[in-house]
């Protein structure tokens, strides 16, 4: 079936470093893929998507390509504020059917 | 307006009481969803409604009842739940997707962290 795999976490970083957040995917189909970020106590928030090969999603300083080649869709971010710690989930979506699927979340802690 | 909300934020229950969670969103979305999250855990897929109507249930117990009484409004309600029920509910909407067609992106409400004693 389909599935997502993240990196495990957690991550921790300085301010400002920066950051990679492994995804990758498997699926029958062309699936479309987003990241999600969940704040701690809060529900989950769209980061960004993208919908075919080759498309980079972007949003906050945050981006990830779709890799058809990889089956990846990696989360990236030049410099990492202390706000940006929270889980982060890669998920996909295929065309028939109302279900995502997502990865096991990562945890991001950045210290200043 | 992207927003969906929940109510109760928080809620503690007996396992002998009857409760209900609720749902609203008015982005004119047609797919409404709940989720159950555990800590540390990605949201696991309850129900979907399309158009008012339930078209997935993925085998949840009986004592969790979903209802869309229309289009905006979402409930789910709880019976004789047992401890382990305990989490946080999530709800989310979307536009529906046609057959084979565009992917719409899920929007998140806040949750109800629910606590069964």
């Known amino acids: 079936g389909d599935s997502v795999t993240q990196m495990e976490g957690p991550v921790t970083l300085s301010e400002e470093a920066f950051l990679t957040i492994n995804c990758t995917y498997t699926a029958t189909g062309y699936p479309s893929l987003f990241w999600y970020v969940q704040y701690p106590g809060e529900g989950l928030q769209l980061l960004l998507k993208a919908t075919k090969a080759d498309d980079k999603g972007s949003n906050k300083g945050f981006e990830a390509t779709y890799r058809k080649e990889t089956t990846s869709f990696h989360l990236e971010k030049g410099s990492v504020q202390v706000s940006d710690s929270a889980v982060y989930f890669c998920a996909l979506d295929m065309e028939y059917g109302n279900k995502l699927v997502f990865g096991a979340g990562t945890i991001l802690r950045v210290k200043s | 307006d992207t927003e969906v909300t929940q109510t109760p934020k928080h809620l503690v229950m007996g396992m002998t009481n009857k409760k209900s969670l609720k749902c609203e969103q008015h982005m004119g979305h047609r797919a409404m969803y709940w989720y159950k999250q555990k800590a540390k855990k990605p949201p696991e897929l309850m129900f979907v409604?399309?158009?008012?109507?339930?078209?997935i249930n993925e085998s949840v117990p009986s004592r969790f009842s979903p209802e869309c009484p229309n289009s905006s409004l979402l409930n789910l309600h709880l019976h004789a739940l047992q401890p382990e029920d305990s989490a946080l509910y999530l709800c989310?909407?979307?536009?529906?997707?046609?057959?084979?067609?565009?992917?719409?992106?899920?929007?998140f409400g806040p949750g109800t962290r629910l606590t069964v004693t």
């Open positions: 989310a909407s979307s536009q529906d997707k046609p057959r084979g067609g565009w992917i719409y992106e899920q929007y």
């Open positions: 409604y399309s158009y008012e109507k339930l078209s």
